[in-house]
């Protein structure tokens, strides 16, 4: 089983470290002096106060890598169209993708029950439809990427919290490909479960990105900070409702508990978003997957979406000021 972590990052590089630690045949795809790094003094994991130093196969192209069984795909949804070339570079025709990626996917709509939406393209995330296209929704296997790790330096993974990686087919199906890979992620340490509806457990981690990542980014204010002022938590509780009625109308039946969501965030404390530490190193912001995608799957079930469409104006100019959108 040929495994290719293709953004060999926070996460890609947290997968990598325990997957080359139990001997799995893993490659990863890094630049840069992330690369440079990994190969001189190898992939270092900080993790429970502990430190792991494992020297994986690392490479710099895609065609280094060779022909891959399975493609983890970590990077930023933006990103993910500049790839596309390498991806077809490591496919083979029984290649799968693990789509790692926040927000709203591409190929959300793929097989969906209702035909009024079966196979609709969400532009927002795929303007082209190269992605459908290029890589095709059948090679896909869903991801819910719950760990928190950072790049402290080039090099070195620091991990924050949680272990586990959700995983489904799109239809729900329990396939030999997708057991075989819950299998060799469990016996790394992590949890894998495999979720028969990962179209609603998309939407669980959503409510939260699509609200305090921009949120947090206009404000440049930490989680705790903005779940506790009253206005600012009104204003989260609109977004998260408003997404809630647009993926009540596409057939997500979950329990969703909105200030039980938010003081899980609260919980968390001081921590920065992504999209705002992004913000603070000049980094493109990953805005179109975590909210433009929302706002137009709200225009297609005809959902009133105000707060969403009012976060999302202002988070778009305050990236195009910062040159980051």
Same mark, same amino acid.
């Given at each position: 089983?040929?495994?290719? *972590?293709?953004?060999?990052?926070?996460? &890609?590089?947290?997968?990598?470290?325990?997957?080359?630690?139990?001997?799995?045949?893993?490659?990863?795809?890094?630049?840069?002096?992330?690369? $440079?790094?990994?190969?001189?003094?190898?992939?270092?994991?900080?993790?429970?106060? %502990?430190?792991?130093?494992?020297?994986?196969?690392?490479?710099?192209?895609?065609?280094?890598?060779?022909?891959? +069984?399975?493609?983890?795909?970590?990077?930023?949804?933006?990103?993910?169209?500049?790839?596309?070339?390498?991806?077809?570079?490591?496919? %083979?025709? #029984?290649?799968?993708?693990?789509?790692?990626?926040?927000?709203?996917?591409?190929?959300?709509?793929? $097989?969906?029950?209702?035909? =009024?939406?079966? +196979?609709? %393209?969400?532009?927002?995330?795929?303007?082209?439809?190269?992605?459908? $296209?290029?890589?095709?929704?059948?090679?896909? *296997?869903?991801?819910?990427?719950?760990?928190?790790?950072?790049?402290?330096?080039?090099?070195?993974?620091?991990?924050?919290?949680?272990?586990?990686?959700?995983? &489904?087919?799109? $239809?729900?199906? #329990?396939?030999?490909?997708?057991?075989?890979?819950?299998?060799?992620?469990?016996?790394?340490?992590?949890?894998?479960?495999?979720?028969?509806?990962?179209?609603? /457990?998309?939407?669980?981690?959503?409510?939260?990105?699509?609200?305090?990542?921009?949120?947090?980014?206009?404000?440049?204010?930490?989680?705790?900070?903005?779940?506790?002022?009253? #206005?600012?938590?009104?204003?989260?509780?609109?977004?998260?409702?408003?997404?809630?009625?647009?993926?009540?109308?596409?057939?997500?039946?979950?329990?969703? +508990?909105?200030?039980?969501?938010? /003081?899980?965030? %609260?919980?968390?404390?001081?921590?920065?978003?992504?999209?705002?530490?992004?913000? =603070?190193? +000049?980094?493109?912001? =990953?805005? /179109?997957?975590?909210?433009?995608?929302?706002?137009?799957?709200?225009?297609?079930?005809?959902?009133?979406?105000?707060?969403?469409?009012?976060?999302?104006?202002?988070?778009?100019?305050?990236?195009? =000021?910062?040159?980051?959108?």
């Amino acid at each position: 089983m040929k495994i290719c *972590i293709y953004g060999a990052g926070a996460i &890609g590089g947290y997968l990598g470290a325990k997957l080359t630690e139990i001997g799995a045949d893993v490659t990863l795809i890094a630049r840069g002096p992330h690369y $440079n790094a990994i190969k001189e003094d190898g992939l270092r994991l900080r993790k429970d106060g %502990k430190e792991l130093v494992v020297y994986p196969r690392c490479v710099d192209t895609a065609e280094k890598a060779g022909k891959q +069984d399975y493609i983890f795909v970590t990077l930023k949804a933006h990103s993910v169209p500049g790839c596309l070339d390498a991806f077809k570079v490591l496919m %083979k025709d #029984d290649t799968s993708f693990v789509w790692g990626v926040n927000g709203i996917p591409w190929w959300y709509f793929y $097989n969906h029950p209702n035909a =009024e939406f079966t +196979d609709k %393209k969400i532009l927002s995330v795929d303007p082209e439809n190269s992605q459908w $296209n290029d890589i095709g929704p059948e090679k896909i *296997i869903g991801c819910i990427v719950n760990p928190a790790s950072e790049v402290v330096k080039p090099g070195v993974i620091q991990h924050l919290e949680g272990d586990k990686f959700q995983l &489904g087919e799109i $239809n729900g199906e #329990d396939t030999d490909r997708i057991k075989n890979l819950s299998e060799i992620l469990e016996k790394a340490g992590f949890q894998a479960p495999i979720r028969p509806n990962i179209k609603g /457990d998309i939407w669980l981690k959503l409510f939260g990105n699509l609200s305090l990542n921009p949120i947090s980014a206009l404000t440049t204010s930490t989680l705790v900070k903005i779940c506790s002022d009253a #206005d600012v938590r009104d204003v989260i509780k609109n977004m998260m409702n408003e997404a809630h009625s647009i993926a009540t109308k596409l057939g997500i039946d979950k329990p969703f +508990d909105v200030e039980r969501r938010i /003081d899980a965030a %609260k919980a968390v404390g001081e921590h920065k978003t992504s999209m705002l530490q992004d913000l =603070e190193r +000049d980094r493109p912001m =990953e805005i /179109d997957a975590l909210i433009g995608a929302v706002q137009e799957l709200g225009k297609i079930t005809s959902t009133s979406t105000p707060t969403i469409d009012t976060v999302l104006a202002l988070t778009k100019l305050r990236a195009r =000021e910062a040159k980051l959108y």
